[in-house]
Each structure stands twice: as structure tokens, then as C-alpha cells.
């Protein structure tokens, strides 16, 4: 199913470019559109990282993006720059980058718990467990932007500590990369490892594969269901730090429709809603066409409801190639 859907989505991705390249000529080849996809991809990886192993449990988060929001707004507040007149706390010193960057990860982890655990205790699809969340994370991002001293505006002014952390860039020859690409290569691996080389990982496969048989191997269903989202939210937590600093402002929108593409791109790399199918590399092909596609279409001058048109067909035909295959199989 992965081989299938890539190669069909590689074909369609070779017509788009070979358009682009004829109607756009070098520019669109050009060292620079390269680069913007390289920072893209980079970006959009750590949701669908966090996401593809709830779809390999047989589920889907649909919290994602409103964890990223709540996450950057927390992180872009603690961090804005000393004596801003609109800053949301006024009387706050900037705290170590890093303090802030673990806070990130450890809310992430704590919305990964509670979807996890209502999943697994209540035996609740997670659709409707990350739906609730969901809900709930939208109401506490417009909570907090209503605290402090700036009323519910967009939080921007950001230390450059921040954003040096983030956007500061690695100079290849003429390339220039900026640091969170290479933060999205650590997050690949550690996701490669632990889905290849822990039990974890070999658990992940076996419950979403059959977890009554799983259960019967000894398997803990729970416990493997609550991990995998407490990963997904320290990646959501990652990439809200990350977000907050590379766009420069924050606001109660942050992250709305992020967790759709994430999807997509999963779906795309081979990750089935069926259960128990998934690889990483496949994550990583998944960004990466998805993304091709979406710089192809704004080449092209495709105006942006049209692409979220073309993504939403994207997914249902993938997911369509997915439930064909698993109904042969059965």
C-alpha cells in the first residue's frame, strides 16, 4: 500500500513540475525554491511525525494544530523582548531558551496524556477524543491571550535569543539553512528509532495491526496507546517552540488546519488508517510530495482555496488506494 500510493502520487507530482518547469523556466528550478522547500518540508515534518504513529494505532488526532497554537502562544509570551509596549507580561525577564523550549514539551506531553488516556480508558475512538481537545485547546489558547497586559492581541517582539535559536542559519557554500532544519533531521531519526528499535515501536505495529491479539501477547493496549500520543504531543510541543519564532507572531489562529495537512501527508507516505502500516521514510516522502505540490500549484498561480480544494481530494483518493487494498486483502 505505501509503494502504491507514492508511486501514484510521484507520477502525479512529475506532471505538476514538468508543467511548472515549462511555464516558469529556471526560476522554479532555481537554488532558492529549492531551499523554501527544503525549510517547508522541515517544518511540516514534526506534526506528521507525531500524527502517523496515532494513524498506525488505527486513529487520527485532530488536535494537532490547536496544540501547536496554544504551545507558540505560550512560548512567543515568555519570550518576548524586554520593555515591548504591548507585551503580554510586562514585569517577566525573557527565561532561558531552553527552559522555555522543555515547558514546550512537557504541555505537548500533557495533551498527548489526556488524549491518550480518554482514548485508551474509555475505549473512545480517537477522533472523537482529539475533537474534545481540540475544542478545549481552542477555548484555553483565547483564555490565555485575554491574560496579562495585551489584551488578546497578535503576541509578537519576540528576544533575539528566540529567534536566533530558531531562524539563526548554517551556511553551506552559497546554502543557507536555517537551524530548525536541522532540528527536524534529529526529530526523523529519534521517530526512526523508536519505531524500529524499541519495544515501543514493535508494540505500536502489533496493536494497530489486531490489539485483542496484541492484548493476548502480553501486549499493555494502554500503555502503548498513551505513549504513542504523549510522543505525538512532545512533537506538537516542538513544533509550536519552533512556529512561535518562525512566523514572528502569534495569535488565537496559530496552527488552525495544520493537523489536515499532517494527515494528508501520512496518508500519502504510506501510513494506513487500516492499522499496523506505516514507515517513517514514508512519512518523510508524504511531506515532502505534499509540499512539492503546494509550491507547484502557487508556481502555477493556483489561487489558495483551490489548493485546499486539490488537498482534500489528495486525501480522500489516497485513503480511497488504502481501504481498496486492505478490502483485498480481506
Keep these: ?13 512529475v506532471y505538476v513540475w514538468i508543467y511548472c ?7 522554479f528550478l532555481s537554488l532558492n525554491s529549492i531551499v523554501n522547500l527544503v525549510d517547508r518540508t522541515a517544518f511540516s515534518c514534526f506534526l506528521a511525525l507525531g500524527v502517523a504513529g496515532v494513524i498506525v494505532l488505527t486513529g487520527t488526532d485532530l488536535s494537532a494544530g ?21 507585551k503580554m507580561w510586562p514585569g517577566l525577564t525573557p527565561p532561558p531558551v531552553i527552559l522555555v523550549f522543555l515547558l514546550a514539551l512537557f504541555i505537548g506531553a500533557i495533551i498527548g496524556l489526556f ?11 480517537p477522533f472523537i477524543a482529539t475533537l474534545g481537545s481540540s475544542l478545549i485547546l481552542s477555548g484555553l489558547t483565547l483564555m490565555y491571550l ?25 551556511n553551506i557554500g552559497s546554502i543557507s539553512l536555517p537551524y530548525y532544519v536541522f532540528y527536524a533531521v534529529i526529530a526523523v531519526v529519534i521517530t526512526w528509532f523508536m519505531w524500529n528499535k524499541t519495544t515501543l515501536g514493535k508494540n505500536m505495529y502489533a496493536v494497530g495491526a489486531n490489539p485483542d491479539a496484541a492484548a493476548v501477547s502480553g501486549v499493555s493496549v494502554f500503555w502503548t496507546t498513551v505513549l504513542l500520543f504523549i510522543f505525538a504531543g512532545m512533537m506538537y510541543g516542538v513544533s509550536g517552540f519552533v512556529d512561535a519564532a518562525r512566523v514572528g507572531s ?17 496518508v500519502i507516505g504510506g501510513v494506513s ?24 500549484l502557487q508556481w502555477i498561480g493556483v489561487a489558495p482555496y483551490f489548493q485546499s480544494i486539490i488537498t482534500g481530494f489528495i486525501i480522500l483518493f489516497a485513503v480511497a488506494v488504502d481501504m481498496r487494498k486492505y478490502i483485498a486483502k480481506k
Design 21 to 27: 518547469y515549462v511555464t516558469q523556466g529556471n526560476n
Design 66 to 86: 490547536r496544540a501547536l497554537g496554544f504551545i507558540a502562544c505560550i512560548s512567543a509570551s515568555l519570550l518576548q523582548t524586554t520593555g515591548l509596549a504591548n
Design 115 to 125: 488524549n491518550g488516556f480518554f482514548t485508551a480508558r474509555f475505549k473512545m475512538h
Design 146 to 170: 485575554n491574560m496579562g497586559k495585551n489584551g488578546g492581541l497578535t503576541i509578537s517582539g519576540l528576544d533575539q535569543s528566540y529567534f536566533h535559536v530558531v531562524n539563526g542559519t548554517v
Design 273 to 296: 488508517f487500516t492499522g499496523g502500516v506505516g514507515k517513517v521514510r514514508g512519512i518523510m516522502i508524504g511531506v515532502i510530495l505534499l509540499q512539492l505540490v503546494t509550491v507547484g
Design 1 to 13: 500500500m505505501e509503494k502504491c500510493n507514492i508511486n501514484l502520487f510521484i507520477l502525479f507530482i
Design 250 to 266: 502569534n495569535n488565537a489562529s496559530t496552527g488552525v488546519g495544520y493537523e489536515l495537512n499532517a494527515i494528508a501527508a501520512c
